[in-house]
């Protein structure tokens, strides 16, 4: 594989466009960001030349711990050389239910665990299992919500952008997050199975509002429908507590779904933990013991993975690490607002940060920011983006398409040394923003002409 990789690695834009998604390496051309990556540790990684680069995306998550965590690496290297008899599909082996054991451990009030593959297989089933449980065909989601591409959680995916060109999907209905009294009416029809959420939205760092799970949940059982809970991204301690819904006292969720960091950034793997009645419902006799099922679901490197990052999380206190660095982050963040024209709010929990950038009072300033809005919103945050990776040699990404919000999902494992060098750049990024000119502005103007030459 090394020989393979040292002769053919320097084509990989090249095999991209070809083989692969070819708007990919279009898009990262685009914006500057192909650069060649040749080794990564923690929550650094170094290009070609030997440069270090600060990791403030995490994989979109999934590296929770870092990349090449010693004791994940390990844990693999030991289940490989096992040669255990995995997969024979006609037997129980003791890895899944010894990382089940492990993860409602950290789950009360719920019972059961099924692994799937990925963030949007636990969705699915939990659709499922809603649906069943239930019986009833619709589900209720929020706008802007995203919990996945599959055609079952594109259902209940908030972002018309994604959905567009994929109908017919399943009965959903769609309200605004926060709002319980759209919740009430659309339960009040009898038909829902469910309601899913993000306690905190991918898509523009937005939370639910203080009370709203706990008052969805009480609704939702008086009319005899389930609350489902979105943990893929800010699950694993990613907002300061284990779960995001744990920030809110008396929520019980029905189904939750877990992945992304679970699997320690090596194996792909998925959860969805629920209520014993709810999988007794579903797995009602032995004619329905593979009803559902997942072919490479329980495989032992992926619950190997994911012991090991539970391991590592209890044994290094993770969730109070977050909650320490995230509030230094956020709060080192929140003091430039004052400072900053174009620096609109800081917000999110944990290590799950939105930075949000709004219209200027300042007559030039305003211009600048009212022609790159005129062009296609969102080019701001992206040239924000830009020079931070550019420059700095820091990773970032806007929330989401349209959003004139940039989001923090780094590592769990970042230190104040990590902590000081982003803020040093983005400071550095909006005094240059703030000068007028320079090139900063004039990289917008090339997004503005790329976006104009799009429509």
Known sequence: MRALLAERGGERYELHARYLNHQLPRMLHTIGFDKVYER??????????????????????????????????????????????????????????????????HSPHLDRVFFGNSGTEAVETA???????????????????????TAGSLSVNGEKGF????????????????????LERELR???????????IQGKGVHAAPPGFLRAAQE?????????????VQTGLGRTGDFYAYQHEEGVEPDLVCVAKALSGGYVPVGATLGKDWIFKKVYSSMDRVLVHSASFGSNAQAMAAGLAVLSVMESEDTVAHVRRIGDLLAGRLRELVPRYELLKEIRGRGLMIGIEFGRPSSLGLRSRWTMLQAA??????????????????????????HLEVIKLIPPLIIDEADVDRFVTAFTAVMDDAHGGGGLMWDFGKTLVKQAVAQR
């Open 189 to 199: 029809r009898g038909d829902v199975a469910a309601f899913v959420v993000e306690p």
């Open 163 to 182: 959905r567009d060109g994929f109908a017919p999907l399943l009965p959903d209905t769609e309200i605004a997050l926060g709002d319980l009294d759209a």
């Open 219 to 231: 609704l939702l059982h008086r009319h005899g429908a389930l609350l489902i809970v979105d943990e």
């Open 40 to 105: 990564a540790e923690g929550a650094h990684f170094w290009d070609a030349d030997g440069a270090d680069h600060l990791d403030m995306l995490a994989g979109f998550g999934v590296m929770g711990l870092g990349r090449h965590h010693p004791v994940v690496r390990k844990a693999l290297h030991d289940v490989l050389d096992a040669g255990l008899a995995d997969l024979t599909r006609f037997d129980c082996q003791p890895l899944p239910g010894l990382l089940a054991e492990r993860l409602l451990a």
């Open 127 to 149: 659709l499922k299992f809603a649906r069943h449980a239930t019986g009833r065909p619709r589900v209720v989601y929020c706008s802007h919500a995203f919990h996945g591409l």
């Open 376 to 401: 296609r919103k969102g080019l701001f945050a992206q040239m924000v983006v830009v020079p931070l990776l550019q420059r700095h040699r820091i990773l970032t990404q806007v929330s989401g398409d």
